[in-house]
């Protein structure tokens, strides 16, 4: 099953899940910051992933960066 296949009620049904409307943990978590390198890179990288419009290139030029950027911002708190 491709990415843009999926929606919550697949999510759901497939897996078993409970989607719920209640307060999650992650409510209380701060915003964290992101170096200019990050910005430049999905300013640069977007228009090119979303033309090519294929999941691999999404994650190449998009998800990888934030990935990456993550890493670094938790001193590599992130296992490989």
Known sequence: ????????????????????????????TAEIGYSDYLAET???NEPIALAINSEKSHSEMIIAPIVLELRLSLMKLISR
Do not use: A, G, W
């Open 1 to 28: 099953m491709s990415y843009s296949q999926l929606d919550t009620e697949v999510v759901r049904v497939k897996f078993r899940t409970l989607l719920s409307d209640e307060p999650s943990i992650f409510d209380e």
């Open 42 to 44: 999905l300013r640069f």
